[in-house]
């Protein structure tokens, strides 16, 4: 049964680099992108970003100047890096694999909580 | 950027039926932005429901339905139920790769 492990740090100063990784165990995500998405406390999800096993990405526009989502396809792991945090960048970060065929998650990882402190 | 607009808040008595909306800023919602629901319970990941605007994801009652009502995404629960009580969020693809999310809407039933 494909499952999705994260980890990342958890608690980040402000202007420092958020990084999280999240792997795919159980199985591959070919023919999948597997995503992004973070939860501010209280608030609701927000798609961040995705990447395909060819390393093609897609972005938020509003996040995607700081964001960097890559791929190890040798560890079947993939990436997130989130620049120049501020206490805003605070949430919950959820790993997804995204259907390409119907868009849609199908899958998701248990999430990393980031806090940034300023 | 498009946004995807859900009601707050919502109740339903038990039993009884509802129908969430997920609308587009930009204009209607169609199948060609393949809406999908997702059902949260708050410290917990999502929980697929609803794809490709009508696809009950595997292991998802029947009492939950998904549809195009007029220019809106819809989620319909007939039945409703206690443990249906959590929040559930629409994500429209509005092309390009993208993937919007819908503000999400609190489910009280009582």
Excluded at chain 1, 6 to 19: D, I, N, V
Excluded at chain 1, 46 to 52: A, H, R, S
Excluded at chain 1, 96 to 111: C, I, K, Q
Aim: with cysteine; hydrophobic share 35%.
């Amino acid at each position: 049964q494909v499952q999705l492990q994260q980890w990342g740090a958890g608690l980040l100063k402000s202007s420092e680099t958020l990084s999280l990784t999240c792997a795919v165990s159980g199985g591959s995500f070919s023919g999948y992108y597997c995503s992004w998405i973070r939860q501010s406390p209280g608030k609701g999800l927000e798609w961040i970003g995705e990447i395909n096993r060819s390393g093609s990405t897609n972005y938020n526009p509003a996040l995607k100047s700081r964001v960097t989502i890559s791929v190890d396809t040798s560890k079947n792991q993939f990436f997130l890096r989130m620049s120049s945090v501020t206490a805003a960048d605070t949430a919950v970060y959820f790993c997804a694999r995204a259907s390409v065929v119907t868009p849609h998650f199908d899958l998701w990882g248990r999430g990393t909580r980031v806090t940034v402190s300023s | 950027q498009a946004v995807v607009t859900q009601v707050p808040s919502f109740s339903v008595s038990p039993g009884g039926t509802i129908t969430l909306t997920c609308a587009l800023s930009s204009g209607s919602v169609s199948n060609a932005h393949y809406p999908s629901w997702y059902q949260q319970t708050p410290g917990q990941a999502p929980r697929t429901i609803i794809y490709n605007t009508n696809i009950r994801s595997s292991g998802v009652p029947d009492r939950f339905s998904g549809s195009i009502l007029g220019n809106k995404a819809a989620l319909t629960i007939t039945g409703a139920q206690a443990d249906d009580e959590r929040d559930y969020y629409c994500v429209l693809y509005i092309g390009s790769g993208i993937s919007v999310f819908g503000g999400g809407t609190k489910l009280t039933v009582l």
